[in-house]
């Protein structure tokens, strides 16, 4: 059998062996480890409630009242009072649009954008404007952060009280609750999930 020949039937043979090992066998093997050991995790941490997926713990989301016209694609949406609000997000918390704005701390419009979150945010909420801390006013890098600090989920404490007839105390607690540690011990800062957060307070009764 000539050299050319023989080396062409040993690469196919190779690529059918790999193909076999690295494309079925070993997806398979780690597939199967993941819904054993970790199949919550494994399919996408949902989250449910009543039976029905409301979302994802690994992902935040939009909580905003319904618009008055939904064809209108100019109406804002606007935020819904009864509900822990994230962070803001670049993709408007589309999954398919992750990412930032680019904007850099000496833009001018985002300067003027953050001045004007803070003034609606410390309406909003009810509260001094100096009070508002920062990751209120700005996004996070991905965009579908589901954290938000401590301060300020505490700081919209009273407007969901208010909102939903529950106690103050009853949302630190949940606050508390879940509140998740820095990531690794070290990195980062406490953070608030506010998708479980808000499954939490829709299900007090």
């Known amino acids: ?3 050319f020949l023989r080396t062409h039937l040993t690469a196919l043979r190779m690529l059918l062996v790999m193909t076999v090992i690295l494309g079925i066998a070993y997806p398979l093997l780690v597939t199967g480890i ?9 399919n996408g941490s949902i989250v449910k409630s009543d ?4 979302g994802s713990s690994l992902l935040g989301q939009n909580y905003n009242l319904p618009k008055k016209d939904p064809n209108n694609a100019d109406e804002e949406a606007q935020p819904d009072p009864k509900f822990f609000q994230p962070r803001f997000s670049a993709g408007s918390y589309d999954p398919t649009a992750s990412g930032a704005s680019n904007l850099g701390p000496n833009d001018e419009k985002l300067t003027q954008t953050i001045q004007d ?3 609606a ?23 579908l952060d589901p954290h938000i600090s401590v301060a300020y989920a505490k700081e919209q404490v009273g407007r969901v009280a208010k909102a939903r007839g529950l106690s103050t105390d009853t949302l630190n607690q949940l ?4 509140t998740e540690g820095r990531p690794l011990g070290f990195l ?17 009764k």
């Open 1 to 3: 059998m000539p050299t």
């Open 34 to 42: 993941s819904q054993v050991a970790f199949a919550d995790k494994a």
């Open 51 to 54: 039976g029905k997926e409301i």
């Open 117 to 119: 979150r803070r003034a």
């Open 121 to 143: 945010i410390a309406a909003f909420d009810g509260v001094d404007p100096a009070s508002v801390p920062v990751d209120a006013v700005t996004a996070s890098g991905s965009g």
């Open 175 to 178: 606050i508390d609750k879940y």
């Open 188 to 204: 980062g800062q406490d953070g608030v999930n506010v998708v479980l957060l808000n499954k939490a307070i829709s299900e007090q």
